[in-house]
């Protein structure tokens, strides 16, 4: 356990200081772009009252209120979010491939460290989830400042309430932000499904060279189809499984999936891995 906590340590360490940037890129262009929007509909909203001679309620009656989900769309908030993802997309390649084409081929230096080698692979599997959860809770805290600003700038009679889970916000935060906690937990352990199984197909193309790539495809195409197996059975036999049945097959091919990943990552860390 200890040197699983010091290899996490190390892997968050390596990439800390771009996650900064990566957090200072987010804070400054969100905050930043809350304060633009918000004045400048408060300018329109000010300069056609003033024209037609309408009172705030004859504007609002015309024009509407201003929603928080306008903000939202604007390339200030979004933009940086899919830059986030993309990066860390990346990253999880980039956290193998580093330690094979980096200075000093480092993998040498992991592989020969005095422990299980799938450590290595637990502690760059958590380091990934651990910089996503941040990241997610780093966005909540903003949403809630970004909320006092609109509300600063725009009074609260030209606004319209806002909510994460209201129909007209953008349909990822259902998926960034479930409200329940079975929710939660079923959305983020596929996504660590879904990088367990890049891992484990990074470990198949470093195993065995250029016919590793064809195994890593064949590997990742084979993991999916197992995964989707549930969800077809349920499109195709219509009523004929009960939503808890289906629920309980799904997570049967979840842990199936996620423990051949396991396991075969261990057999190819032990047996297979070229460094």
Known sequence: MKNYLKLVNFEVSRFFKFYLILIGLTTFSQLIGSIIISQVYMKNAKQV????????????????????????QSEWFLLPIFLCIAMLMIYVFFIWYRDWFGKN????????????????????????????????????????????????IIPIDFQSSFSIYDKNSLEMWGWLYPNTFSDFI??????????????????????YGLKGIFGA???????????????????????????????????????????????????????????
Do not use: D
Request: glycine share 4%; aromatic share 16%; net charge positive.
């Open 186 to 207: 079923l959305i983020y352990g596929v996504g660590l499904l879904l990088v367990a199984v890049l891992f484990t197909a990074i470990l198949i193309e470093r195993s």
């Open 217 to 275: 495809i064949l590997y990742g195409l084979l993991s999916l189809g197992v995964f989707f197996v549930p969800i077809f059975l349920a499109n195709f036999y219509t009523n004929y499984f009960y939503p808890l049945e289906i629920f309980l097959l799904e997570l049967v091919a979840c842990i199936t999936v996620l423990g051949s990943a396991i396991w075969y990552a261990n057999h190819l860390l032990k047996h297979k891995i070229r460094v």
């Open 105 to 152: 081929t480092f993998i040498y230096r992991l592989l020969m460290l005095p422990t299980e080698r799938i450590t290595i692979y637990f502690a760059k599997l958590t380091a990934i989830m651990l910089l996503v959860l941040g990241l997610i809770a780093l966005q909540i805290v903003l949403i809630l400042i970004e909320k006092q600003i609109v509300n600063s």
């Open 49 to 72: 009252m003033a024209e037609q001679q309408f009172s705030m309620k004859q504007y609002i009656e015309k024009y509407g209120t201003f929603s928080f989900y306008q903000f939202q």
